[in-house]
């Protein structure tokens, strides 16, 4: 990584969790609300997660602050985030960084934070990806 420091993904990976972790709880809050009895897995309520509108966090400070964070990188530093969440879920290998950036960079748009908050498991795939770097 050559713009973005890996302090701060760290601290992207840690306010993604907080993120995660409040998502969980909205989650808990409406099945709890359900009456019919339903079964409920990992992957049922991630998909739940991943469908539910970025509006509905608009009160969270974790996601309020996890979005400044990422609307105040740079270009290039945000084309960085974007291809280490990509290493991380397999869209790239680690010897593909360079193409990964690039291809971030050519995908690079106003909507950057949303879209990294839409992968319900974001900062297991930033960690991934940072793991992928430290190797090579």
């Known amino acids: ?3 973005l420091s890996q302090d701060k993904v760290e601290f992207v990976i840690s306010i993604a ?3 995660g972790e409040s998502s969980l ?3 808990g809050e409406e099945l709890a609300e359900n009456s019919e009895p339903q079964h409920y897995s990992e992957l049922s309520m991630a998909a739940k997660a991943d469908n539910s509108d970025v509006e509905e966090f608009a009160g969270d400070s974790a996601y309020q602050e996890l979005v400044s ?3 105040g990188m740079n270009v290039e530093e945000r084309s ?3 291809a280490l969440m990509w290493l991380g879920r397999g869209t790239y ?3 593909e960084w360079a193409s990964a950036v690039s291809d971030a ?3 690079s748009n106003d909507h950057t934070a949303e879209y990294l908050m839409r992968a319900p498991m974001l900062p297991d795939y930033l960690a991934e990806g940072l793991a992928m770097i ?3």
Request: aromatic share 0%; no cysteine; glycine share 4%.
């Open 134 to 136: 430290a190797e090579d």
């Open 105 to 107: 960079r050519d995908a």
């Open 1 to 3: 990584m050559n713009a």
């Open 69 to 71: 964070v990422i609307n």
């Open 80 to 82: 960085e985030l974007v």
């Open 17 to 19: 969790r907080e993120v």
């Open 25 to 27: 709880a909205i989650i």
């Open 93 to 95: 290998s680690g010897t």
